[in-house]
């Protein structure tokens, strides 16, 4: 987990980024308010 922030002075107009990494075999998540789900198993390939 990193975060990189751009200097107020070199560049202004930029946001910071939050930069996340993780190694998983399987994922799961859920949007709340839409009320939908997904999921991603690392054995699958497109």
Same mark, same amino acid.
């Given at each position: 987990?990193?975060?990189? *922030?751009?200097?107020?002075l070199?560049?202004?107009?930029? %946001?910071? %980024?939050e930069?996340?990494? /993780? /190694?998983? %075999?399987? /994922?799961? $998540?859920?949007?709340?308010? *839409? +009320?939908t789900? +997904?999921?991603s198993? $690392?054995s699958?390939?497109?």
């Amino acid at each position: 987990h990193s975060i990189r *922030a751009p200097h107020l002075l070199d560049a202004p107009d930029k %946001e910071p %980024e939050e930069m996340i990494s /993780v /190694v998983y %075999e399987t /994922v799961t $998540w859920k949007h709340h308010t *839409a +009320g939908t789900s +997904g999921y991603s198993i $690392w054995s699958d390939t497109i």
